[in-house]
């Protein structure tokens, strides 16, 4: 089993749904080491009908990629890690802000970075696509269908960060406290740190609902694998054109860099989190993860302000991350970018 999952209560481990994982991950190379402190494809689901994309069969898996060259594991942790010290140095990160990262390279199944990936944070919209999963789980149950109007709904809540559509599908699921239940008893390893208490609020202040960096990369991966219901829609639905905070302004990140994400914003809480599938110069895609989030402990006073400039500092982050997986895999040529 992957060390990604390491750290999970083993009586959630054994879950019949994650012996199934279990089974598919020991065919993958293990990790090299388990986490710290604490393709061309663009998966689209054009079937014929809604209902159709949940019962499709899962994408053949990708070929192998080719060795990477050994680097010290934690070179890029320790790259971010200072970013983020200097940041504060400047000014640009306050005492009252934390933060949380997760790099993870999926083609070979190692993190290259983790920090603060086990401490609770405010999700914002980040939650989304988790709900997303616990309506997948409900129509993989025969709970209901995918209607035309769910698909509208889902890429409203996905692609628009539509919260009023966000809430539609947590009453038609039985509320938060049902959704929480669903999300613990199916995929409680994936989602460990997960606590879905609240609708959000019209005005968009949603505070209450908390999850770890750990279970958005935890997430992203078992999505990356087809181990979710429904996991080329979520895909599809994540790939729309969107605002981000990945690869949007991030000028490190080629253009034809595929993305898969969904951010988060709050007066106190700035995030993305994604798949970016970089394009080797033979041909091949070398998938990674990426996550970012800074929590602020009150409103920020200058919204706009503060919004844009952390996410300044996640595109920074992801700058980063880009250059050490085109190092690793030989991708051409990378360039710096200066720190704002």
Known sequence: MPALFASIPINLRLQPFLCVAAVLAASR????????????????????????????????APAAAPAAPALPAASLEDEIDAFI??????????????????VYDISRDV???????????????????FIALAYFDSVADQERS???????RMEAMIRDSDNGAANWFLRELGGPAAVQRRLKKSHGAVLNGLSLVEYIPRNGRTYRNKAAVHDYTRFLHELWADALPASAEIKRVMQLPKRNRLMSGAKGVPGDTLLYDKTGSTSRLCGDMGILVARGKDGRN?????????EKSGAARHYMNWIHRRGDLIRQVSNMAYKAIAVR???????????R
């Open 286 to 294: 070398y998938p990674y993860i990426l996550v970012g989030v800074i």
């Open 29 to 60: 190379p293990a990790l090299a080491y388990g986490p710290r402190c604490d393709a061309d494809n663009p998966w689209r689901a054009d079937l014929e009908s809604p209902a159709a994309i949940v019962a499709s069969e899962p994408a053949a």
């Open 146 to 152: 995918y209607t035309p109007e769910a698909r509208r």
């Open 329 to 339: 895999y030989g991708l051409g040529e990378t360039f710096s970018v200066s720190e």
């Open 85 to 102: 010290k200097r940041m504060r140095h400047r000014g640009l990160l306050q005492r009252d802000e934390r933060t949380a990262w997760s």
């Open 111 to 129: 993190e290259l970075a983790g920090i603060n990936q086990d401490t609770p944070l405010q999700t914002a919209s980040l939650i989304k696509p």
